[in-house]
């Protein structure tokens, strides 16, 4: 089994509907992300979150929520799926040194696609 | 704020052809610099770092020098192979910062 797994793999939704896609670890890291991936730009921070306690919005939250359920698992939300919100979207996680060794871990992502 | 640049794709080479990827990166202080890999179907994995000016990281036959005077981190390999097909990323983060800023991502195909 994946260390980091990602559901649902893909999904296709209409818009305005409330998407929730669902991130489990096995690999007992404090830290997880939510990156989002586009075409040309790359991967975008949306959430982190440092512990169960301490959720930080990255450089694209706007749109998505995200709730930290236990230390394994991280969900991100979309509470009115937007068509701009169709892309590919990636859990990862670190440990504690994961910024200074550059170490994350990613799920093998979700593909949205919102019509 | 940190960013990073590097060179666009596609890239389509034939195996055993010479790889380089362009990295350039805007950050104060002294990032750690890395190049992360994401072969078809799959989540990244990290490929390789450096976390000093100077320093070279390794690793599957690739091979990466930061240089600080010219801020670039330039992923090369001297002999592909179809199996090296994947999009590349670089990447920082800054002293302190715990997160990492991408670039666009590179798509290399190597033909048989």
């Known amino acids: 089994d994946a260390d980091v797994t990602q559901t649902p793999r893909n999904r296709i939704t209409k818009t305005g509907k409330r998407i929730m896609l669902e991130c489990s670890q096995t690999?007992?890291?404090?830290?997880m992300y939510w990156y989002r991936q586009d075409p040309g730009l790359g991967l975008r921070l949306i959430y982190y979150?440092?512990?169960?306690?301490?959720?930080n919005k990255g450089e694209i939250s706007d749109g998505y929520s995200v709730s930290r359920q236990a230390q394994a698992k991280f969900s991100l939300s979309l509470e009115s799926a937007i068509p701009n919100q169709t892309a590919l979207y990636f859990c990862?996680?670190?440990?504690?040194?994961?910024?200074?060794?550059?170490?994350?871990?990613f799920g093998e992502g979700s593909r949205l696609t919102v019509l | 704020g940190n960013s990073v640049t590097q060179m666009e794709g596609p890239v389509t080479l034939s195996e055993e052809a010479f790889l380089t990827i362009n990295c350039t990166y805007t950050?104060?202080?002294?990032?750690?610099l890395f190049w992360y890999v994401q072969y078809p179907g799959e989540g990244l994995q990290l490929l390789l770092k450096?976390?000093?000016?100077?320093d070279k990281g390794s690793n599957k036959g690739f091979e990466a020098t930061y240089r600080k005077e010219t801020t670039s981190f330039h992923l090369e390999k001297g002999s592909v192979q179809v199996s090296d097909s994947a999009v590349y990323f670089c990447?920082?983060?800054?002293?302190?910062?715990?997160?990492?800023?991408f670039g666009a991502g590179t798509t290399v195909t190597v033909r048989a």
């Open positions: 990862a996680t670190s440990d504690r040194q994961g910024g200074v060794t550059g170490e994350l871990f």
């Open positions: 690999k007992g890291h404090d830290r």
């Open positions: 979150s440092f512990d169960v306690k301490d959720i």
């Open positions: 950050a104060t202080g002294y990032p750690s």
């Open positions: 450096a976390t000093k000016a100077d």
């Open positions: 990447a920082l983060s800054g002293l302190n910062d715990y997160k990492l800023s």
